[in-house]
C-alpha cells in the first residue's frame, strides 16, 4: 500500500508501484524525464557518458536518452538549431560525496565554475556547464533535500 494509503492503478502501473497512487482522488506524479536540448548531440552524449551515465536510448544526430546510476529517472538531448542562452533551467544530480566527486571528475578533464560550496539552503553545490552550455549542478543535500528545517508542515498553506 502506499504511504497515502489511497492506491490505485491510476497510471496502469503494476499495485504497489509510484505509480499507483492517488491523493484526494488526484493521479500523484513522480519526477521522471528532464530533457535538454543540444546543438550537437553526439558531442554532448559523449560528456555525459564520461560524466557516469549510461545511454539507454541512441537515435543520433537528433536524440540520445540516459539513465541515473541510482533510482529510475532519465533524462534526454534533442537537438534544436541553437541552445538558447541563460535560459535559467538548472539539472541537479546528488552525489554521496560531493567532494570527491568533484575531484575525481576535475582529475578527467571536467571544468567547474568553482569549488563546492555550502549553500544557506543546507546544501553543498558545485555548477558546471555541458558542451551545449546547460547547467549541471551536481550537489549533497541529504535529509535537508526533501526535510529542511522550514519544510511546510502537512495542512499548512500551500502544501498538501
Known amino acids: 500500500m502506499c504511504a497515502h ?29 528532464v530533457t535538454l536540448p543540444s546543438a550537437d548531440v553526439e558531442r554532448t552524449a559523449a560528456f555525459y557518458r564520461a560524466l557516469g551515465f549510461t545511454q539507454i536510448v541512441s537515435n543520433l544526430p537528433s536524440y540520445a ?11 534526454s538531448l534533442h537537438q534544436v538549431a541553437s541552445v538558447p542562452e541563460n535560459s535559467g533551467v538548472v539539472v541537479y544530480f546528488e552525489c554521496v560525496d560531493l567532494d570527491a566527486t568533484c575531484r575525481q571528475l576535475e582529475d578527467r578533464g571536467f571544468i567547474f ?33 526533501r526535510n529542511p528545517p522550514w519544510r511546510l508542515q502537512r495542512g499548512s498553506d500551500g502544501a498538501i
Open 5 to 33: 494509503g489511497a492506491c490505485v492503478a491510476s497510471l496502469g502501473g503494476p499495485a504497489n508501484s509510484p505509480l499507483d497512487c492517488t491523493v484526494f482522488g488526484a493521479s500523484v506524479m513522480d519526477m521522471n524525464q
Open 65 to 75: 536518452r540516459f539513465e541515473c546510476p541510482v533510482g529510475t529517472a532519465t533524462f
Open 113 to 145: 565554475d568553482g569549488p563546492p560550496t555550502d549553500q544557506p539552503w543546507l546544501w553543498r553545490e558545485a555548477y558546471l556547464r555541458d558542451p551545449d552550455g546547460n547547467v549541471i549542478c551536481l550537489y549533497r543535500a541529504g535529509e535537508a533535500r
